[in-house]
């Protein structure tokens, strides 16, 4: 009896080893393995794309997903938080990227709640988003203002003095009256200035 249960005990491990590896196997298999980077690790592209986006094999959670790309300068371009849809994880950029060589390091929390992390780069040709250069106005010569000539003022010319004016004579009726008493004067000292140079003449 006891050969067999040592017979049967022996025969069982392998099986609980079996049956164990394949219990252990998904809680292993659960982590992520790296994911596929687009622009791909090493990658050389014209110019630096708007976004970064990483696609994972299995599901990533939408908590502490986290992207950080840093410009050729040392800047940090990264715009905002990453958005993890499903198995992708997508990352905009800012708007002014300059040439040359981007580091990405990034951190997700796969479907088991084990974090991942990694790095990868990508070189930029050219330099994207820059804003056009703004020439400088030239400062044009402003022609001078010509003074406009005023025209001549006109002198109004005086009224030129009547003979009666000069006179100091009234115009009007009083001017009639003048004349008449002046002529009745003279008339009265007709006979006298006559009478007086008859006197004269007899002495």
């Known amino acids: 009896m006891r050969p067999f249960v040592t017979a049967l005990s022996r025969a069982s491990v392998p099986a609980l080893l079996v049956a164990a ?9 659960a982590h992520n393995p790296p994911p596929l980077p687009t622009p791909a690790d090493g990658a050389t592209v014209t110019t630096a794309p708007d976004e970064v986006v990483l696609t994972f094999t299995d599901v990533v959670l939408d908590v502490g997903a986290a992207i950080k790309v ?4 040392g800047s940090d371009v990264t715009e905002g938080t990453p958005v993890v849809d499903d198995t992708v994880v997508t990352q905009a950029l800012a708007k002014e990227r300059p040439a040359g060589e981007y580091s990405v390091a990034w951190r997700v929390t796969s479907a088991d709640g084990h974090p991942v992390d990694g790095t990868f780069t990508f070189t930029a040709s050219d330099a ?20 406009t000539p005023e025209a001549p003022t006109q002198a109004t010319p005086a009224p030129t003095p009547t003979r009666d004016d000069v006179a100091g004579l009234p115009d009007g009726p009083a001017r009639t009256i003048v004349l ?15 009478r007086r140079l008859r006197d004269t003449k007899d002495d």
């Open 180 to 194: 008449v008493v002046g002529a009745a004067t003279v008339l009265a000292l007709i006979p006298l200035l006559v």
């Open 128 to 147: 994207a988003g820059a804003p056009p250069e703004t020439p400088s106005p030239t400062p044009s010569a402003e022609p001078s203002a010509t003074p």
């Open 70 to 73: 840093t410009a050729p300068d």
């Open 21 to 29: 590896g394949i219990a252990l196997a998904p809680a292993a298999g």
